[in-house]
């Protein structure tokens, strides 16, 4: 069964670093999500993306963050400078249409010193 | 206020007892979703309603829109049904498809 994936399952960062996050979404998905989990705290949508652009974005969302599909397969997610309370499991998600379910990847815990 | 409650936060069941988590949201919804979070972290898309009832396996997600209620039944628990579990929704006045997560139910089936 397609599944979403994501890259690295862990990243430890010092504070001030820029990260990237990677996912790789279901094939023939056209629609692509980033949410956070701090731990111990709800998941919290960040962005969506859709045709190359955003198509809704959160107040998390600062300037410090950026999305990007570089190619037709990957879809990343950059902080620009880390900051202790980014610190979180970051989830990727995928769905075929706009209103379909969207299909989660596992994870990657992002741990800024 | 949050705009998705669940109740209860915690449950424990002995293997076998049927489980019922409850959601409920203040605001117009165009789905509702059930997904489980298993330890590890990783996150699994159970249901997607709009509305009356669905059904896989063991797993049974009803909503009331006009109460703006759902609850996720768990018939014959087992061990390895324990998880988060966390109601998301899709509101209305959101422009595309973003989820809004309720707080999860923490479900612990002993055996």
């Known amino acids: 069964e397609p599944e979403v994936t994501q890259t690295p399952s862990h990243q430890v960062t010092q504070m001030g670093q820029e990260v990237i996050l990677r996912c790789v979404p279901i094939s023939n998905h056209l629609y692509f999500y980033w949410y956070r989990q701090i731990l111990g705290q709800k998941v919290e949508f960040l962005v969506s993306f859709y045709n190359n652009e955003i198509s809704e974005k959160s107040e998390i969302f600062d300037d410090q963050f950026s999305v990007e599909r570089p190619d037709g397969s990957n879809f990343t997610l950059k902080i620009r400078s880390t900051k202790l309370e980014d610190s979180a499991m970051y989830f990727c998600a995928s769905s075929g249409e706009i209103w379909d379910t969207q299909y989660f990847g596992p994870g990657t815990r992002l741990t800024v010193l | ?111």
């Open chain 2, 1 to 111: 206020k949050n705009e998705v409650e669940q109740s209860p936060q915690n449950l424990t069941a002995q293997e076998g007892e049927f489980i019922t988590i409850n959601c409920s949201y203040s605001v117009g919804i165009s789905a509702l979703h059930w997904l489980q979070q298993h330890p590890g972290g990783g996150i699994v898309s159970l249901f997607m309603l709009s509305s009356g009832k669905k059904k896989h396996g063991r797993l049974i997600a009803t909503i009331n829109i006009q109460e703006k209620h759902s609850s996720l039944h768990i018939t014959a628990s087992h061990p390895r049904d324990s998880a988060v579990y966390i109601c998301a929704v899709r509101l209305i006045k959101a422009a595309g498809n973003k989820l809004t997560f309720g707080g999860g139910t923490r479900v612990l089936v002993k055996p």
